[in-house]
Each structure stands twice: as C-alpha cells, then as structure tokens.
C-alpha cells in the first residue's frame, strides 16, 4: 500500500486514522507492522499465503515414536516432546525486530498441533487451502502424522471416560461450543508467581531440585504411606516440570546464538549490528534469570507465553502487561533515561505486533466464531493494586499510544477503570476509542472485583489482581486463585433454551433429543408454564456442557497434563500436583451465555401477545416457528414491532430479563466445579451470533432460521433500542452485576463525528459517568461511521486496516463475513448528550 | 559427497561442532529475517540446493 499524500493534520481530521498511524510511527515500526502476517481466518478459511507448518507435528511425531517403549510415564514423554519441539524447531529474526519467537518455523506458517484431537487432525487433510507445496510430500506427512496420533490424541484418550450422550450432544454443535480439553482452550496465568521480577526459571528449577530431593530422602525413609506413594507421581510430575524449563532456557539461548551469528558474520549496518547483539545478550539471560530492563521483560513475556502455546492451543491471552512491564518502563525510561519515549514505543508496538502474529490451526467452528482474528487476545490495563491503589502507570500510556500507531486487531486491551484513574489515561483510552479501534473495552472495577469476592469467594487482594481470561471473564493471577484452563465448552448457545421450550427439547437442526421434553408447547395454558419450561430447558442445557468440563478437569492431571504450565504456577511447584488438579484450585467457572438476549425479548414477546393481548394462541405460535414464519409475515411482523424489546428501559420486558437471569444465577449456584465452586454465567458472544444463524431454529422474537442473531451479552438486539443510550444503560442497570452473573458485555456505537475534539472527550466522560454510577460492569464501542464502513464492503482493498469491534474482541472490517459487517452497521448509532 | 560443515551456512556450536546450525537469510513477501535450523555436520548435502562452498 502506497503512502497517503495528504499531511497527517488533513489525515486526521478526515478521521483517516490507519493512514495517520503509518505516517506517525516510527520506520522501525512500519516496517514491523506491515511485515506482519495477519493470521484471523475469513469466511473459516485462512487467508491466501498462509501455510499449515509441518515442521512441529514430523518433530513432536518423531519424538512420541522414538519414546513409544520408553519406561518413562507419559507426563515426561509428554515435556520431552515439547523440549524436543523447542531444541529443534527453525527458528528466525525478522529485520529490525528487538523481540525474538514465533510458534511455527517462518512468519508465514499457521502451526497445527497433531496431539489434540483427531477430529482436528482430519480438518488439517481436508484443509482446502492452507497445504503446502509440494502438496503430495505435505499431504503424506499429514497423513502420516495424522495416522499416529488417531486414537492416542488428548479428545481420543478423554471421550471414552465421558459420559458419552453428554459428550455427543456437545459435539453436535448445536447447543455448545468447544471441547473439554486442558490443552484446548483458554489458560490463566500465574503471574504474581512468575511475573513478578523476583524469580525466573533458573529460580524456580532451583526450587524443583529441592523438592525432588526432599521427595526422594522421604520415600526412602523407613515406613510406609498414601503420602509416601503419592511422592512418586509427584517426583516425575516435578521432573517433567524442569525438563519443560530447561528447554525454555535453552530456546531462549538459540535465539541468544542466531543473533550474535547475523551480527558477526552477515549485518554490515553497524546500528543493527548492536542490536543484534543486544538481542543475544537479552536471550543468553532470558528466561534463565529474571528481566532487569524493559526490553529483556517483554522478551520474557514473549517466551512464556509461546511456550505455553507450544504445549497447548490457546484461544486466548489472559495478561496484564502494564502492570507487571510498568516498573521496567519507569525504570528504563523515567528513572535511568537508558530508552527515550520513541525507543520505549517501538518495543511496545512490537511487543504487541509479535502477539498479533501467533496463530494456531484450530476447527472450522473456531474459526467461523472468531473471524478474522487468532483468538480472543485480551489484554488488561489499569485497574487496582492489591492494596487499592491505582495500579495505572507510564506503561499504562505507551500500550495504549502503541496501539494506535501499530493498530492490530489482536490483542486488543481492556481498561480496568475505577474512581481513581487520572484523567490523562482516561484521555488515552478514549483517544484510542475516538481512532476507531474498537478497544479498549472499559470495565467497572469496583463492581468486579465485588463480583469476583461474591461468585468465587476470592479474597479481596486476589480479587484486585484480575485478567481477562478470556473476551470478558475476570480471573486472578494469584496461586489459587488463577484457573488453569477455560474449557471452551462451557459456552452456550441459549437461544435454544427458548426454541426448545417449542420443540420439547428436539433439535430439528441437528436431529437430536437435546433438551428436556417439557410438556407440549401448545398445552401451555400460562405464561407462567411457558417460564418453567424455559427454566428446565435452560438447567438442563446448562448440566449438559458442565458435566463434560467437570470431568475433563477431574481426568486432565493423569491423562492430558500440562508440566510447562505447572512449572509456572506456585500451585504446582509446591505441590507436585498438575496444575488442573482441581485440589489445588479455588475455582473460577464460568458458563458463556451466547445469543441470550432472544430469550428475554422472545418471553415478552409471548407473554404480550399470547397471553396478555390473546391476539394469538401458543399452537399458532408454535405451528409459526415449525414452518419458519412462512406464510406468516404479518404475524411475525407483530412479534417484531409490537412486542417490547430490552433496551429501552420498559419494566415489562426488563423484569422478564431479570427473572431469566436470577433463575440462572440460583441454578449456577448449583452447579459446581471440581474445586466446588459455582459456574456463574457470562452473556457475551465472539461472533457466535453469525456462526449460529443455521444452527437456531425460528424464534418467537420474530427471527428465522438463518438470520443474524443479536450482537450479544446483553447488548439490544440491533436497531431495537430506540429511546436512546441512556434508555439503553438504564436497562441494563437493573442488572445486579455482582449477583446475577459473572459479567455482562455491552456493545455501544458511538458516531465518530460527535466525538470530535475536546467536545468529544467531555460528552463520552459524561456518558461514562452515568454507565459508572449504574454499577455496570462492561461497555465496548464501535466508533466507525456507516459511511466508511458501507465504503469498506464497496471498496474492500481500500479500507483494508478499518477495525471495528465484533463482540469481546475486535477485527480488521474487511476480515470479516458479510453478514457479521451487516450486523455492526445495523446496530443503532447512539447520538450522546 | 560433500556434507553441512563444508557449508558457508554451517554454524557449529562450539561445545558440540558435531552439530550446529543452517543459516539462511530469507525474503518472503512481507518481510526479510535469518533463519537458523539445527542441522547436524555430517548431514548429506548433495541435494541441497543452497549449499556453498566454504
Ligand atoms: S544450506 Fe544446506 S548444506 Fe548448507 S548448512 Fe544448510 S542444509 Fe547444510
């Protein structure tokens, strides 16, 4: 793409922000950002150029052979594996780049991970697009990988100790998402443990050989126990843990030697050539010891995160950069003034262009769910310390000015707002907005962490330390705290709680009993019958992709367990147990509630028309959704436009939304997890709503199979909020978001043109002020005119870097499917003030 | 036949020169960077087509 013309003032007041970034950022930063591979599927399809890498599968492949009679239990095969991928993996430094590591073996690849699941593996034959050439050599290597790992993969070895009905209705796809996997999904992170500065993994090997021997003089002790026997699973598990460490150290110092080798025998520019040799430095300590500099933390966030990938497929990015980065900026920068502001930026635009790149092959329904982006990498910013200060620093501001010159899609950030938060970074976060991007998503603070003490009983200090662990769902970094694992699963499409109510539980989608059998629809004599119909359909969807995660967590430590991931969490280290063992973890569940706000405005809908008005009767009903609303325009025009819908602060509707909520947050306080902790839900829905428009059958809210559903969370369905946006927070703010669930996404589009200026900033802090003072926990912002975005479907190769913001995350305008687009233009502009 | 350690690309490591690694320079659409794959010395390279000569 060539240069704009125009100067960056005229850029600017077009509101032309991706053209202003690139004439504002620096050439090292250019460069990085546009020899960046985006990776997001679009339309489920990777983009062209994008390759499958095979390098890591033939190696991972080889090593499970080579090791197949070894006498070593499977938690050490499994770290030798993952040290055989790490010694001997290509791996390469772009031009210009200050950070080092990528998963696959070139810039270009999508790595795929063959130990998962067979079902993914048979994607990766079929995969249309993304073999590479020669394809007949790549296609026997597939197949030959492939082969091996049929039956020994981590969902092969599960299923058969699952409860098999619970297991195939999950993976019908009609009513979940996902797979009850430990190496498959979303992994929290111990960052109090291993971020803190104080140890890296020389520390905590160190701290691994103590326990081992101590372990070891016990067993060895005269006398005989549970205890004692236990000492040997614990003793590999910890063995296996520092094998996965000193792989680390030694890929760090692979990189250390390929940086020095390009500086003494390649590079003539005598600036790079330090560089390069600054890099080697930088990795001949990282992440033996721990970071001393800005850039040596990044790299070291860089590495245990891409390890964690080498050992798991990770939908998403729990951190929280600027709060644990944040000292060795102020050191770097404010203190020894050894890196200047620009120099600082530049590693943080990077630091974020390197997470941007990470891709892993996932399922065709993954990808369809997060279009056009890799995964929901959702970073924190701001929020409190553990002692209730403001917990926002320098690193706060660089990340959030880094964003707007480098404008990835992925990660985005969310700010943890609370009264104390300075007006300089709410000027940031909003300048960010104002630019388009989507991000950050802003959080009330205050209210989650009271959520957090209230669903999961964290203690307060715990509590005040939270991520997100996924798009939304807040979970500490703390040593019990952290959950290990988000098992995807657990995520619901719940508008089949209301189609159900119609069908007595029968997927007429997937030809499947699903749901309860309740009483037939046409019997229902009151709206109160239609409700408890709607209770036990949505308990027993509820159960049915709960059921399968319990288990998965309870199975994981002996059948699918993670040593890397232990070997950074404090729980594990100190325990020798994996670290899913439930024993060691206070819990912090979360069923997603995809496409939920259909039910609410689904239940007034009936209630209204049905019941109260009597205009129709619950056969018609009923017999209107079976044929898809065919031959029933009028009829479904009634329940579009003469039914109250949420978001327009109507008590009729609004209470109907509160009763959907309470009977879920009762029932999730019956629900446990392994740790005994409760499954509170969540409402949001990545772009759920577009992939299940095929999967939902008619609804009573007037919508047919194949429509879009609703943006999600809790979010009014698009163009049905009409009274304005503070109809639309007072809606949501008879909400308890403490007590009715776990959080509560909120999309809001905002016209770019209002928020103009100085005029701009004090309108959006006066809508802030109210969704603040309503105790609501979420509100995200689309801040694109329908202008440019109709111009961007007409136009697509011009408007290649507009990013909107899909659901919990955002993506490149043009990376996304027709009917997603559709959907955010449709939602309502909100004119403030 | 000749082999990686006759290769300009062969980097040995200095506490094993038995094994070290191929480095190449590589400019693909979107970006140029080094790469370096662990190789072993005596690795065959007839049928490498990037080999040259020390
Ligand atoms: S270029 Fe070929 S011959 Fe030379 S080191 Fe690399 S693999 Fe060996």
Redesign the interface.
């Known amino acids: 793409m060539a240069v704009r013309a125009e100067t960056l003032k005229e850029l600017e007041e077009k509101q032309e922000w991706w053209w202003a970034a690139e004439k504002k950022r620096s050439s090292r930063l250019d460069?990085l950002r546009?020899?960046?591979?985006k990776k997001g599927a679009i339309g489920g399809l990777y983009p062209a150029?994008l390759y499958i890498d095979l390098e890591r599968p033939v190696l991972q492949t080889e090593k499970a052979r080579e090791l197949e009679f070894s006498p070593d239990p499977y938690v050490i095969k499994f770290a030798k594996i993952l040290a055989h991928v790490l010694?001997?993996k290509?791996?390469?430094?772009?031009?210009h780049s200050q950070l080092v590591g990528y998963l696959g073996?070139?810039?270009?690849t999508i790595t795929w991970d063959p130990t998962l699941a067979a079902l993914l593996n048979h994607e990766v034959v079929n995969d249309p697009t993304s073999i590479p050439e020669p394809m007949d050599e790549s296609l026997k290597t597939i197949t030959d990988v492939a082969n091996y790992w049929a039956g020994k993969s981590d969902l092969d070895k599960i299923l058969p100790h699952m409860d098999l009905d619970d297991a195939m209705k999950v993976l019908s796809g009609a009513i979940g998402w996902g797979v009850p996997l430990s190496r498959g999904g979303y992994s929290g992170k111990d960052y109090e443990y291993i971020m803190s500065g104080v140890r890296a993994f020389e520390d905590v090997i160190a701290e691994l050989d103590r326990k081992i021997e101590e372990a070891d003089a016990k067993a060895h002790e005269p006398g005989a126990s549970k205890e004692i026997s236990d000492l040997y699973d614990k003793m590999n598990m910890w063995e296996a843990m520092k094998i996965t460490l000193e792989a680390g150290i030694r890929h760090g110092k692979?990189y250390a030697?390929?940086a020095r080798?390009?500086a003494e025998?390649?590079e003539t520019d005598p600036d790079r050539k330090e560089e390069l040799l600054q890099i080697s430095e930088v990795c001949e300590r990282i992440p033996a010891k721990p970071p001393r500099t800005l850039q040596e933390s990044l790299q070291y966030d860089l590495f245990i995160q891409l390890f964690s990938r080498n050992e798991a497929i990770e939908g998403a990015w729990p951190s929280r950069p600027d709060y644990y980065h944040g000292p060795y900026y102020e050191k770097d920068v404010t203190i020894d003034k050894a890196l200047t502001e620009e120099e600082a930026l530049d590693l943080v635009g990077e630091f974020l262009i390197r997470a941007a790149e990470v891709s892993q092959y996932k399922v065709r329904w993954a990808r369809e769910g997060l279009q056009g982006i890799e995964g929901t990498w959702v970073w924190t910013l701001g929020g409190v310390k553990k002692d209730g200060s403001d917990a926002c620093n320098a690193m706060t501001i660089a990340l959030l000015k880094a964003a707007r010159l480098v404008r990835v899609a992925n990660p985005t950030f969310a700010f943890r707002w609370h009264p104390k938060v300075s007006d300089e970074v709410m000027r940031e976060c909003f300048e960010c907005i104002r630019q388009g991007l989507g991000y950050p998503s802003m959080r009330n603070d205050p209210i989650l962490i009271a959520n957090a003490m209230n669903w999961h009983g964290h203690p307060i200090e715990e509590a005040r330390t939270w991520v997100h662990q996924a798009c939304m769902s807040p979970s500490p970094c703390t040593k019990h705290g952290f959950q290990p694992m988000r098992m995807a699963n657990a995520t619901a499409n719940c508008a089949k709680i209301m189609e159900y109510v119609f069908t007595r539980g029968y997927d007429n989608v997937v030809n499947m009993q699903i749901g309860a059998e309740t009483p037939p629809a046409e019997t229902l004599t009151t709206y109160e019958q239609v409700f408890d119909a709607w209770v036990t359909q949505m308990k027993t969807i509820f159960s049915i992709l709960v059921r399968p995660v319990n288990r998965a967590r309870i199975l994981a430590p002996k059948m699918t367990p993670r040593p890397y991931l232990s070997a950074v969490s404090e729980r594990s280290v100190d325990s020798g147990l994996d670290v899913c063992d439930p024993s060691i973890s206070r819990g912090n569940a979360w069923i997603t509630a995809f496409t939920w706000v259909e039910n609410a405005d689904s239940l007034a809908a009936i209630k209204k028309l049905v019941f109260d008005e009597k205009k129709y009767t619950m056969a018609q009903l009923k017999e209107a959704l079976a044929n898809n609303w065919e031959g029933r325009e009028e009829m479904r025009l009634d329940f579009v436009k003469n039914a109250p819908k949420w978001g327009n602060d109507d008590d009729y509707i609004d209470s109907i939304m509160l009763d959907c909520l309470r009977e879920a947050a009762k029932f999730s306080r019956e629900l446990k997890c392994p740790s005994g902790n409760n499954w509170p839900i969540l409402p949001e829905n990545v772009s759920g709503n577009i992939h299940y428009a095929n999967i939902v059958g008619a609804l009573p809210n007037g919508r047919r199979l194949g429509d879009a559903l609703y943006d999600g969370g809790i979010s009014p369905g698009p163009g049905l909020d009409k009274k304005g946006p503070t109809a639309v927070l007072k809606s949501c703010s008879k909400i308890d978001h403490i007590s009715d669930g776990r959080a509560f996404l909120l999309n809001t589009r905002l016209s770019p043109t209002q928020l103009a200026g100085e005029k701009g900033y004090q309108l959006w802090k006066t809508y802030m002020k109210t969704w603040a003072d309503l105790g609501i926990d979420h509100v995200q912002f689309n801040c694109v005119s329908d202008e440019t975005l109709r111009s961007a479907q007409r136009d697509p190769e011009k408007y290649q870097e507009v990013i909107v913001r899909v659901a919990g995350y955002s993506a490149h305008f043009v990376d996304i499917s027709r009917k997603t687009q559709d959907n955010i233009i449709q939602r309502t502009v909100q004119g403030l003030g | 036949m000749p082999t990686c350690k006759e290769c300009k690309r062969f980097f040995p490591l200095e506490e094993d020169p038995g094994k070290g690694d191929c480095v190449q320079r590589v400019i693909d659409p979107r970006q140029a960077y080094y790469q370096a794959k662990p190789v072993s010395a005596d690795k065959d390279a007839v049928k490498c087509p990037s080999f040259e000569k020390k």
Do not use: C, E, V
Not at chain 1, 34 to 37: D, L, Q, R
Not at chain 1, 90 to 95: A, G, K, Q, V
Not at chain 1, 105 to 108: A, I, K, M, Y
């Open positions: 460069y546009k020899a960046m591979w150029g010694d001997n290509t791996i390469f430094i772009t031009d073996s070139q810039p270009h692979r030697r390929l080798i390009i025998n390649f």
